[in-house]
Every structure is written in structure tokens, then in C-alpha cells.
């Protein structure tokens, strides 16, 4: 035995700025993606045949040219599907693999080629020759609602006080209506599976998905399988966004469906054309709105309608919608309000899930309408959002009924006014307003308060896998994806704090449905809660067995074992890990433990539009801006500044990556991105020609972020931590309001501008022009 001498801490423990695990592959180009694995010999590749109308019935399909081209080995139909044609995370039956009979979007998916290779296999799907006979089709949210078209799932209604006495009690009441952009997820790495069958009827499935068991029950579906026939792996993505989380489905079901049927491994990546446009995206809402309020600006009636373009299926338009309503009173109290959904049916491809899920969408809403309230008034919106921030009790209650306990937004607000020197700057661009004519500048200081909680209950747990190997290596299995975020390195160092070793005693395996079952998606930025908790139990286990073990073998008591920086202090003595393993593995302790964890507290009950559907709030703030040119239109952002509350943190390097990035991310959203279907129902903007994310050059200018370090959760998360991968993406809410105000300048701020999202060049131009075509009147 080797008795140990003490050292301070460990390397790579919790709250320390540790780099992710996978950093130098990315920038090495040796991170292995599923387009990397090896293929077996024989391999063939599929490719997905599309739609060419937007709303059709298929009169007939002649498939002799693609049959007879080169390297063809199949073609796969809806009547080759083995179980059940349908692939709807909702349930609903309304989401098929190949369409039947009729087409609902230009782009979906009608059949599959298979091929030697890829390139044979996607040449030989343009071949076909389809008889169409057209429908009418909608593809605009409005346009939807004016055909009367339905809804894809159930509306909500957020309700609370009493709306109809709020707005006679109200000075002021105003009315309007926005339009909000959807956006592409735009990952580095598409959509991709790779299929490898088995003995049986069993197969494995490499597949891009941030949703490893309901790709694994899909596939099993369409297969007509049990699901403990089909095992899915997914080791990284690169990137997902929530672009992953049912749209990985359809290509893993393809190419399981054709690894079965050939008996041979399938590959499936379509282009990233076909990618665009045959996945959902980000819903587009469109927002009507009536707000009261008193001459200081005090809102006393908020009644909102929040409709989206949900695509022809339901997918996870409910709960996207959902999160819109909750989310639409950001940080403020409103004493009376009605909130409702109208998730419309559209021809156009499902929309999903997207960082934020809907609540980004929600909270744009509820900042226009503050933005509305500001200009009618003639007052800095800061200062009415201040005055309508949640405050104490009688002004904590959310429309839908759960308490803000945890508020801290004051102390954020305040702090980055100071270090922003957001008044004196405001005063400097109002100056500058005033003696220049062509260029503008605006500066907005907008909040963010943001849930966390997946709002479908049971979906709030995880489980994880730990082993810890006799020479004293950890091996370490868990259900949350890695996509980027740094998921994998966040809880390997829980696993090491708990144990006290350094971080590269610890060993992250790819997740896998065949390691940890029945997992929840890694979205809903729970992620590091709740796999690091599940972690963290796994850990605790083990550790309870080796203390035991050391006071039967030394024969002391529990209070003299302590496992401290890489070594197991036993009375007075120290012993190394590695060599406390060995003798625990010799007396036959269980060096393997499955973890689990469910999320405390929270509970909803949707039919009532009341609960508690969020544990906890992570909250932010940020400061922007802009000059704008009323010649064209163009605007760049000379200066951001952010402070971001991520409570406790687990790694200060990868929050402030996450923060930095969620907020480029968010601005493209709000200014540059913007989705284009045409007259027949095309998506336009499906490729980088044509869809504009933000460049490098499109960053602030100044760009000063910096982590709310006195923040301390104050629920019992992991190491007291809170989620940071979706609320950040709202910060970019600033660059809009700060435009906004750029573009009411040229009326003397005295007209809301009512600028709708994407703010491109052309709607700032038309919004300047009718600002002063408003004036003028």
C-alpha cells in the first residue's frame, strides 16, 4: 500500500475553466463523425426521392429510369415498410416516412434509392417521373388562417386576473400585430445514418440525433421490431440545435429499414439542399396583441394571440407553442392577461425544435410590446421594462400561475447599466441622432428571464452508466448527446469531483440506448442538469460501497473515510485511488453503478394552463448597439455587452463559449435569416447561397460578455449550477430593439417602428419610409 501525501485539489474538477474534451480534434480534424466510420465492405447508400408540388394527390409514379440506372440496387416505398409508416414524435399518426397518395409539402419524402454509392444512388432518385394532380396550397401562418385551415394540436390558453376590467382600468391601450421569422439550423455536420444489421432481426444504427431513444423506438416502429432490437449510437454531432431531436428519425428509419430488407450496412446523407429542405425548422409566428397600461407606462392587460406556421404534421409544434406563451411575459408581471396559441397547419415542411423552443419567439412578443408602450409614451423602453419587472409578492405570479422565486434580474440590470454605461451612451446616440441625418444609432438594454424544464413532465429524468476499472480509470455512459456544447466534459468533471481524481482518469463513452435506456432528449437545456445529476448518483453508489468496505477491512467508522485529490484517506492513512480500487476489486465490492435522476418539484397540468412546468429561471442581460444607413437600410452592431447568470458554474470557459455563441446565434435569427417559400410553395433560401448566417464579420464590433459569478442556484442542481445551452439565445433581442430605436429617430421616436423579424436591410428601409410616410400624415 502506498500511503499518499495530501495535495490541494484535483485537475479538472467542477467550476474550473476545463477545455472540451473533444477541442483539439475539432480544430485537428480528428474528431470522428459518423460520415468517418469505416464502411464494410458492400456498403450501399441511400437517397431520398422529393416532392416536387406542394399540396398534390400522386396520380401515378414510373420508376423504370431510376431502376435501370447504374449501381441500383433497390427502391423503397411506403409498401416496403415492414411495421408502420410513421414517424410523428406526437403521436398522432400524422408524420409518415413516404408519402402516400398525396403530398403535403414540397419536399417531403415519397421514396428512397438504394446504390452502390452515394453519388448513384441520388442521381438515379432525379430520374423518376411522378404525375401530379395539384391542391391548393398555403405555405404563410396567415394565409393558413384565413383559408381556414386547422390546427395541427390543440391550442393553450394562459389566462390569470380579470382582462375585460384591466383594460378599462387602463389610460392607455394599443393594439399590433408582428410578424416573426422562422430560421435554419444551419449545423456544420447533416443529417446522416448508418445502419448495420445484425443476426435476427437486429440492428444498429450510427444515427446524428440528440434523441437517441425515440430514434431508437422509431426506427423499431418502421421496422416492426421490439425496441430492444435496435441499438443507436451517437459518439458527436456536429451541431444540432434542436434540428436533431425528431428530424434524425426519418434518415435512421431509412437506412435501418434498407440495412434489414438488403442485409447489408446503409448510408444515408442527403445534400444540403435536400437537407434544408426537407427538415423543419424554426417556427414563424405571427402576433396579435392588445396591451393597457397607465401614463407611467405600469401595464395593467396584456391579450395576445400567438400563431405559428407549424408544416403539415404535428411534430413538436404543441409544446413549441407552449413554451411561446410562457415565455411571452419574459420579465414582467402582467396583472391581467390572456395568452392563446394557434399552432396552424401549413404545406410546408413540420417546423421544430430550435434553440429556445418557442420561447425566443414568446418573449420578442412580449419585448414589442414594451417597445409599443415606450414609444406611445415617449419614455426609454428600459425604463418601463424596469417598472414592470416581477417584483415581490402580488407581483410574482406567471400567467400560468407559477411563483417567481428566484428573481434576480434587478441586480443584473443594474450592474450592466453601470458597466455599460448605458446612460451616458443613450444620451450620446440621441446627440448624435440629432445632428446626423443619413446614419443612425440606436442602443437597447433588454432582459431575459428563461425556464428550465422540459414542459412534458417525464422527460425530466436521465440515467447514467458508471465503471471504475481496477487500475483505477472510470468509465463513464451517460443519455445526454454531445453536439458542441461541451455535455461530455462537464459531467466527466462531476464524476471527477465525486470521486476526487483528476479529470483524465475519466473516460466518456458514445451515448447509446444499448448502455443507458429510455432517455430524454438532450434540448430543453437540461442536459448538464440532468445528466450530471444521474452521473453524480451513479458515483454516490460507488463510493457508498467503498466506504463500507473500508471501515469493515480498517475497522473504522464512516466520518474517517474521506476520498480526497486522488487518493482515500483512511484514518490517519492515505491511500492512492488506484491502489483503493485494487483492494476493494480483491474483496469483491461492485465497481459499477447505473445512475438515476428525476427532476424535483415541477408538475403541469395543461388542460388548466396552470403549475409549475419550470424548476427553476436563468436569467440575463444585454446591451447593443447599432448604426443604421436610411439610405439602404444596412446596419452593423458597433458594440454588445452581456452579463449572463449560469448560477454556479460548472466550467467558466464553456459557458462563456456557450453565452458568446447563443448570442451571434440569436442576432442572425432576428436579422439576417430569413426563410422564402415561393408561389409554389418552394423553399428558396435552402442552401449557403441563399440563407444568410452571421459571419465573422458580423460581430459586435466591442463585445465584452462576462458571467454573473455571484450567482448561486438556489435549487439543488448539479453543484448548484444552472442551465445555459437555450437562454443566451435571447440576448440577441437587443440588436433588434436597438434598430428599432435607430429607425424611429428619423421621426423623433414619437411612432413605434414596429420593425418585424428578420430585421433584413429591406424591412429596416421600408420601416424607415413608413415611419416617415406616418409622420407625415
Not at 170 to 185: L, S
Not at 545 to 566: H, I, K, Q
Request: with cysteine; glycine share 8%.
Amino acid at each position: 500500500m502506498n500511503v499518499m501525501q495530501p495535495i490541494d485539489r484535483i485537475r479538472g474538477g467542477v467550476h474550473e475553466k476545463e477545455k472540451h474534451e473533444s477541442g483539439h480534434k475539432h480544430v485537428s480534424g480528428t474528431a470522428e463523425y459518423i460520415d468517418d466510420i469505416p464502411e464494410p465492405a458492400g456498403t450501399l447508400h441511400a437517397y431520398l426521392g422529393l416532392s416536387a408540388r406542394a399540396h398534390a394527390e400522386i396520380l401515378s409514379i414510373d420508376f423504370a429510369d431510376v431502376s435501370a440506372s447504374a449501381g441500383v440496387v433497390g427502391i423503397l416505398k411506403a409498401d416496403d415498410i415492414p411495421g408502420e409508416n410513421d414517424i410523428s414524435p406526437a403521436h398522432k399518426h400524422d408524420d409518415p416516412v413516404f408519402a402516400t397518395g398525396k403530398v403535403e409539402f414540397h419536399g417531403q419524402p415519397i421514396f428512397a434509392v438504394i446504390a452502390t454509392s452515394r453519388d448513384a444512388a441520388r442521381r438515379a432518385a432525379a430520374k423518376v417521373k411522378i404525375d401530379y394532380r395539384d391542391l391548393p396550397h398555403v405555405t404563410d401562418v396567415q394565409e393558413a388562417v384565413t383559408a381556414n385551415y386547422p390546427l395541427v394540436i390543440d391550442p393553450l390558453k394562459l389566462e390569470r386576473g380579470d382582462i375585460d376590467a384591466g383594460f378599462a382600468k387602463a389610460k392607455n391601450v394599443v393594439q399590433g400585430e408582428m410578424r416573426i421569422g422562422g430560421q435554419d439550423h444551419f449545423y456544420l455536420e447533416g443529417h446522416i445514418s448508418f445502419a448495420i444489421p445484425g443476426e435476427d432481426d437486429e440492428v444498429t444504427v450510427y444515427a446524428s440525433t440528440q434523441h437517441p431513444s425515440e430514434t431508437q423506438h422509431m426506427v423499431a416502429q418502421v421496422l416492426g421490431v421490439p425496441s430492444n432490437a435496435v441499438t443507436v449510437n451517437v459518439r458527436r454531432m456536429g451541431g444540432g440545435f434542436g434540428g436533431k431531436e425528431t428530424q434524425a428519425n426519418l434518415f435512421a428509419a431509412v437506412a435501418a429499414m434498407a440495412a434489414r430488407k438488403y442485409r447489408r450496412a446503409v448510408k444515408i446523407r442527403p445534400d444540403r439542399d435536400d437537407d434544408m429542405t426537407a427538415t423543419g425548422k424554426r417556427h414563424d409566428f405571427h402576433v396579435d396583441y392588445k396591451i393597457g397600461f397607465d401614463d407611467d407606462g405600469r401595464i395593467e392587460a396584456v391579450d395576445a394571440v400567438f400563431a405559428a406556421r407549424c408544416g403539415f404534421s404535428a411534430d413538436l409544434s404543441g409544446p413549441v407553442t407552449d413554451r411561446a406563451l410562457f415565455h411571452a411575459d419574459n420579465c414582467y408581471f402582467y396583472p391581467n392577461v390572456r395568452l392563446r396559441s394557434r399552432p396552424m397547419k401549413t404545406n410546408t415542411v413540420s417546423n421544430t425544435a430550435f434553440r429556445g423552443f418557442g420561447g425566443p419567439q414568446g418573449m420578442v412578443g412580449g419585448e414589442r410590446m414594451i417597445e409599443d408602450i415606450a414609444y406611445t409614451l415617449g419614455k426609454d423602453p428600459l425604463e418601463i421594462r424596469k417598472l414592470n419587472f416581477y417584483g415581490g409578492e402580488g407581483r410574482n405570479l406567471t400567467p400560468y400561475h407559477q411563483k417567481v422565486e428566484d428573481n434576480i434580474i434587478g441586480r443584473i440590470i443594474e450592474e450592466l447599466e453601470t458597466s455599460a454605461d448605458y446612460a451616458a451612451r443613450r444620451e450620446a446616440v440621441l446627440a448624435f441622432n440629432r445632428e446626423n441625418h443619413v446614419i443612425k444609432r440606436g442602443i437597447a438594454l433588454t432582459p431575459v428571464k428563461f425556464g428550465i424544464s422540459f414542459t412534458k413532465t417525464e422527460y425530466n429524468q436521465a440515467g447514467a452508466l458508471v465503471h471504475v476499472y481496477t487500475d483505477g480509470s472510470i468509465h463513464l455512459n451517460h443519455g445526454g448527446t454531445e453536439m458542441g456544447q461541451g455535455l461530455y466534459t462537464k459531467v466527466a468533471q462531476v464524476v471527477a469531483d465525486e470521486f476526487q481524481v483528476d479529470l483524465d482518469r475519466i473516460k466518456v463513452t458514445a451515448t447509446s440506448t444499448g448502455k443507458v435506456p429510455n432517455t430524454s432528449a438532450t434540448a430543453a437545456s437540461s442536459g448538464s442538469d440532468l445528466n450530471g445529476m444521474a452521473a453524480a448518483n451513479a458515483a454516490q453508489q460507488i463510493k457508498a460501497r467503498l466506504v463500507s468496505f473500508a471501515t469493515e477491512r480498517y475497522g473504522v467508522s464512516e466520518a474517517d473515510v474521506a476520498f480526497e485529490p486522488n487518493v482515500v484517506r483512511i484514518g490517519s492513512e492515505r491511500v492512492s485511488f488506484p491502489d483503493f480500487i485494487n483492494m476493494a476489486y480483491a474483496a469483491r465490492v461492485q465497481l459499477s453503478a447505473a445512475g438515476f435522476y428525476k427532476t424535483p418539484k415541477i408538475h403541469w397540468n395543461r388542460s388548466e394552463g396552470r403549475g409549475r412546468p419550470f424548476y427553476y429561471y436563468a436569467y440575463g442581460a444585454s446591451c447593443s448597439e447599432v448604426s443604421i444607413d436610411t439610405l439602404t437600410g444596412e446596419y452593423q452592431v458597433d458594440r454588445t455587452d452581456i452579463i449572463h447568470d449560469v448560477g454556479k458554474s460548472l466550467n467558466p470557459a464553456l459557458d462563456l463559449g456557450q453565452v458568446e455563441g447563443a448570442f451571434v446565434q440569436g442576432m442572425g435569427w432576428l436579422t439576417t435569416e430569413e426563410l422564402w417559400w415561393d408561389a409554389k410553395g418552394r423553399l428558396r433560401t435552402h442552401a449557403p447561397s441563399t440563407y444568410k448566417i452571421p459571419l465573422a464579420s458580423d460581430r459586435p464590433r466591442v463585445f465584452n460578455v462576462r458571467l454573473a459569478e455571484w450567482s448561486v442556484n438556489r435549487e439543488e442542481t448539479i453543484r448548484r449550477s444552472k442551465a445555459v445551452g437555450e437562454p443566451p439565445f435571447m440576448l440577441g433581442i437587443s440588436v433588434l430593439e436597438a434598430i428599432s430605436m435607430a429607425a424611429a429617430s428619423v421621426v423623433e421616436y414619437r411612432i413605434p417602428p414596429r420593425i418585424d423579424a428578420p430585421a433584413t436591410p429591406e424591412r429596416v428601409l421600408m420601416a424607415i419610409e413608413r415611419l416617415r410616410g406616418q409622420a407625415r400624415r
